[in-house]
């Protein structure tokens, strides 16, 4: 008996490490190899995945969003006092993204995109300084409307705010658009 169970027991394991079947395929884009690995891009896959990156673009958007009106402080991190690498910092922080702190470092961060490919989530890249090298202003897209790119970030003057990359001074200081998400 014992015998006859080892044998069974055998005859399983060797099946299983067998060819595996070739799996129909029901979509035109959707690859599937003998050895079973697939890769999916049909529509619907792409749209849930495009669902999960855009409810944590909002996600972000929204922490970032419930800073507005806070004041400006150099290194500040908090709605006592916050500049511009510090709410992108916090904003994704608080939804488990960990980045670093300041603006010339979050730079290098990411894929570098066209400014006409920006979308809610992404990161907008400034220098502000007349005599500075390197960038020192970040800004988180909020929202995308055609050409009109609005994003929030921390100015000196006012505070934590939204602003539009249309607008001359910020237009002008813009160097680069980075993805992240």
Not at 12 to 37: H, I, Q
């Amino acid at each position: 008996m014992l015998r006859k169970t080892i044998i069974l027991l055998l005859f399983f394991a060797l099946m299983a490490c067998g060819p595996g079947k070739k799996r129909r395929t029901y979509s035109k884009t959707r690859t599937v190899s003998v050895e079973g690995s697939t890769r999916d891009t049909s529509p619907e896959r792409t749209r849930k995945k495009e669902g999960r990156k855009n409810a944590k673009a909002d996600a972000i958007i929204s922490t970032a969003m419930s800073y507005s009106g806070t004041r400006y402080k150099y290194g500040g991190t908090t709605k006592r006092g916050m500049d511009c690498s510090g709410l992108v910092y916090v904003s994704l922080k608080e939804n488990e993204i960990m980045f670093p702190r300041t603006s010339y470092q979050m730079a290098l961060e990411g894929q570098k995109i066209g400014v006409g490919d920006v979308e809610k989530g992404d990161l907008l890249f400034f220098k502000t300084s007349k005599t500075g090298k390197r960038i020192n202003h970040v800004g988180l897209v909020v929202d995308v409307d055609g050409r009109d790119i609005k994003f929030i970030h921390a100015t000196t003057s006012r505070g934590v705010l939204v602003s539009s990359l249309r607008e001359g001074y910020w237009n002008s200081a813009f160097v680069k658009a980075m993805r992240i998400l």
